[in-house]
Structure formats: structure tokens, C-alpha cells
């Protein structure tokens, strides 16, 4: 486990600004002398005491309420002291420089970004996961991910990791004793039902997987962009999704000449959508420096929305369009004006002409998925409302959000890509249990790869590069 220095660190642990109540933070090995010093009192640990907070020359400061946590239980596993105050800026600074001078000797530092957590997992209060999910609970920015941080910070995801680990340790465990005893080797693999097991553990960690990436849209969100050509409503779209005025509509083709983005939420999953400068050949340097911007954030996009007018569509400018959009990304054709159709008396999508129409096959839908090259159709009206709630759901869909997962822990991209690290040592395990001469020690070595990948998750190896570069994304304070 890496080690770090202990001296005791303090920060203001709310946010900045006013606020009722303001606290400081102190974390370190042992707080009685500086608790001493500054309250002049010996302090009771997990009591609520009040008291009068003085600068050096005994003038008072605040009053308010000291909490004494004595290490080892406390949030950091050390001793941990909160001053809670009346939440103003300048009160505040002046409690955090009296606890500075007081702590003195004792080398009593400002905390890093996150250094409150990071001494938490590394004196193993929580795990590298839940570590993680503390700063995804406060950055969450829907119900649902905030539900989902907390399942993960309560150990869910944790959880099922550890259990995949030790059901893979026990297997790696028969194999390496059966490595003692050659003549066993033979029979290894049918005694114990080696295939059969690792073929289970490799089918449960395909489910975790599955929901790993549920967790991770909860996250991350989606970068959904709209392309097509100036003057299709591609603007409007954006106002009628997020419903305000943000991106500016008006009816000379080009206006938009730099991106907008807006974050809506669709069942709790956070969608960045990006209006990008409409997509055409031009002479007007401003406006193709936007094109040039559009088409890298349609390189980046999880899910491009190829806006057309529902009059027009697929013309010669729309299928040069569509010929450039990237394979790897789902793209969802969307036509719009429908309110425009020579009989649109009913607004419905249904009104679409028969080649626009093919989209309504909901099986179709339920396929998508984030690397497969997948188109969907749609008809609606920005103008109207009309299809936008299909449009929405059509969204979550192709991005492989699938809504009856019940409130999965979040997940990272970092443990995204430990869970297929982990089956791909599995897969080469696997391949090395089917052969007839089949080498056990070969198969050891991949179960013990695979045990490592796994357990990067919850931070059983890690490295400080690793850490440092968890944690300093955290808040100071936490
Ligand atoms: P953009 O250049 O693709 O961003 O297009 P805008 O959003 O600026 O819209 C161009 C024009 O089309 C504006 O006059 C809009 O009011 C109009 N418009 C957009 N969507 C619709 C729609 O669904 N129906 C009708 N009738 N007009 C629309
Ligand atoms: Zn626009």
C-alpha cells in the first residue's frame, strides 16, 4: 500500500460564498494538543460541544459547534476536528489562518484537492470505488445519478467485484495445486469442472459489464450532436429540447455559426446536445471555420442526429452529408417541418411520406447499440412538439440505455476498461483450458492477470500517478 506523509492537513470544507453555516476541516494522526491549544479545553469525541472560537489574543472570532472524531473511526481513519461556523468568506478565513498558527507546530498544512478522501482509501475507510463515487456524488447532476453514486458508494459495485475476484482466487487456487502434483494435471480440468466454472464466472462478469456501462452513461452522459444542413431547425431543435431560448433561430440560412450546447435530462441520463453551424460548401470564412468546428464535434459525438427538412430530405447536400459522417456512430435521421407536409392536418409522424415512415419498427430500435453503424428515422416538428418525446426516447435507445436497469451503481471509463482487461485474460484462460494439451500453468497465469485487472477497480494495486490523478479532480475540502 503506498504511504503518505502524516502531517495533519485543514481546508474549508463547504462551498465558497455565504452560507448558514461554514466548516473547517482538520485531518491528522493525532489532534488533541491543537484541539487543546485552541479551545484551551480537552474536547469529548462524537460529542457536539459549543464553544467561543478566539484568535491567539483571546478576542473572539465566531462561536459555534466543535466536532472531535478520534482516529481510527472518522472519515479519514485519522483524527479529525470540524469547526462549524457561521458561513461567511471572511469569518472562515479568519478560523482556517487561527487553526494554521495553532497548528504550527504540529506542521499543519492546507489539504490538496481530494486529500481527505485519498487518506480515507489509504487507510482503508473505503475503497478506490467508493472513494471515486464521493466525488461523483457531489458533482451529480441528476436524482438518478446522485442514487446511483450512493449505491456505489455504499459498496455495491465494490461488492460485485470482489465477489468475481475470489470466485476467480479459488479457481487460480486448484489449478496452482494441482501444478504440485503433475500427474493430476490430467485430470484437473474434468475433477473440478474448470470449464464450466470459468465459463460461469465469464458470463457473470459480462453481466457486470452490462451495467458497468449503464453506469457510465448515468455519468458521463451522452454527447448527442445536431447535424444537417443551415435552415433545416436544427436551432429550434435545441430550444424544443431544452425549452428555452438558447441557441438564436432565425430564418437566413447560416445564422448559427458556432456551436451551442445545452445538458437536458431524459430519465435521469444527462445529454449534451450541441447545435453545430449548418453544413454546406461556403465563401464566408466565419461561418466555414464553424462548419470546420461542427464536423469535429461530430467526430466526437455518441449519437449524431442528421437533421433534415422533411420536404427536401435526402437531397444532394444530405447524402453528401450522410457519406461523411463517421461509420462507428449511431446516427438517427431525423425530418422535420412534418407540421409543413402537404397533409399534415393531423401532425402526426404517421403523415410522413411511405420511405420516411420505415423508422416506427421498434425492434429494430431495441438493437443499437454504441459501435454498431445504426440509423433510425423519425419525423417531427420543432415548431409543433410534435415526435419530440419519440425523438427523446429514440436518443437513451440508440446509446444503449436501457431503462429497466434499476438504478446501477456509476461507473467510470477506468473501471470500464479494467472489466475488458479482465475478460480478455478470461477469454485467453479459456482458450488454454480447451485445448487437449491443454498447459495449466498457462491457465494459472491468466487467471492471475485477470485478478489483477479486476481488483484496479477497487484499488487493491495502484499506483500514486493513478491516485494523484483520482483525487485531484476532487473538491478542496473533501
Ligand atoms: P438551423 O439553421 O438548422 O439552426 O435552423 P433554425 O432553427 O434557425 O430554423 C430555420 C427556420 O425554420 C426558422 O424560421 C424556424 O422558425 C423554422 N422552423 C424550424 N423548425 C420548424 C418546424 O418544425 N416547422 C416549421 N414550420 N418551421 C420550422
Ligand atoms: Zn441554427
Not at 272 to 277: E, L, Q, R, W
Request: charged content about 25%.
Amino acid at each position: 500500500m503506498t504511504s503518505y506523509s502524516h502531517q495533519p492537513i485543514i481546508a474549508i470544507a463547504t462551498a465558497p460564498g455565504r452560507g448558514g453555516i461554514g466548516v473547517v476541516r482538520i485531518s491528522g494522526r493525532d489532534l488533541s494538543a491543537l484541539a487543546q491549544s485552541l479551545f484551551g479545553t480537552p474536547l469529548q469525541p462524537r460529542h457536539a460541544h459549543y464553544l467561543p472560537f478566539k484568535d491567539a489574543q483571546g478576542q473572539p472570532i465566531d462561536a459555534g459547534i466543535v466536532l472531535y472524531f478520534k482516529g481510527p473511526n472518522s472519515y479519514t481513519g485519522e483524527d479529525v476536528l470540524e469547526l462549524q461556523g457561521h458561513g461567511g468568506p471572511a469569518v472562515l478565513r479568519r478560523l482556517l489562518e487561527r487553526c494554521l498558527e495553532a497548528g504550527r507546530n504540529q506542521e499543519l498544512r492546507h489539504a490538496e484537492p481530494g486529500e481527505f478522501t485519498r487518506r480515507a482509501f489509504l487507510n482503508e475507510r473505503l475503497d478506490l470505488a467508493q472513494a471515486e463515487a464521493v466525488a461523483d456524488l457531489i458533482d451529480a447532476s441528476s436524482e438518478a445519478a446522485a442514487r446511483s453514486a450512493m449505491a456505489s458508494l455504499s459498496g455495491q459495485f465494490s461488492t460485485h467485484v470482489n465477489a468475481l475476484a475470489d470466485r476467480i482466487v479459488h479457481l487460480r487456487m486448484l489449478v496452482e495445486a494441482t501444478l504440485d502434483f503433475p500427474e493430476e494435471e490430467i485430470d484437473f480440468l474434468e475433477k473440478y469442472q474448470a470449464g464450466a466454472t470459468l465459463a460461469k464466472i465469464r458470463d457473470d462478469l459480462a453481466d457486470l459489464t452490462r451495467q458497468a456501462r449503464q453506469g457510465m452513461i448515468l455519468r458521463e452522459g451522452l454527447q448527442v450532436v445536431l447535424a444537417g444542413q443551415p435552415n433545416v431547425g436544427k436551432s429550434s431543435l435545441l430550444n424544443a429540447l431544452a425549452g428555452d431560448e438558447i441557441a438564436i433561430v432565425t430564418p437566413i440560412a447560416g445564422t448559427t455559426r458556432d456551436k451551442v450546447a445545452q445538458q437536458i435530462h431524459i430519465q435521469g441520463v444527462p445529454l449534451h446536445i450541441i447545435d453545430t453551424a449548418g453544413l454546406r460548401e461556403t465563401e464566408d470564412t466565419v461561418e466555414s471555420i464553424g462548419i470546420a468546428r461542427s464536423w469535429a464535434e461530430i467526430e466526437k459525438a455518441d449519437v449524431i442526429v442528421h437533421l433534415q427538412d422533411a420536404r427536401t430530405h435526402n437531397d444532394e447536400l444530405d447524402s453528401a452529408i450522410t457519406q461523411r459522417l463517421p461509420a462507428r456512430t449511431p446516427v438517427l435521421k431525423v425530418f422535420n417541418k412534418i407540421d409543413l407536409l402537404a397533409d399534415a392536418a393531423s401532425n402526426k409522424p404517421a403523415t410522413l411520406p411511405n420511405d420516411l415512415a420505415v423508422a416506427a419498427d421498434p425492434a429494430a430500435a431495441s438493437t443499437g447499440s454504441a459501435d454498431a453503424h445504426v440509423e433510425f428515422r423519425l419525423g417531427i416538428s420543432a415548431k409543433t412538439g410534435a415526435g419530440l418525446d419519440d425523438l427523446r426516447h429514440k436518443l437513451l435507445d440508440i446509446a444503449g440505455w436501457n431503462p429497466s436497469t434499476e438504478s446501477p451503481w456509476l461507473a467510470r471509463e477506468r473501471h470500464l476498461r479494467a472489466l475488458s482487461l479482465t475478460a480478455e485474460h478470461l477469454e485467453l484462460a479459456a482458450e488454454h483450458a480447451s485445448h487437449n494439451d491443454s498447459v495449466l500453468d498457462l491457465f494459472a497465469e491468466e487467471l492471475r492477470l485477470a485478478h489483477d485487472d479486476l481488483c484496479a477497480i477497487t484499488g487493491q494495486f495502484t499506483s500514486d500517478d493513478l491516485l494523484g490523478e483520482i483525487f485531484s479532480s476532487f473538491c478542496i475540502g473533501k
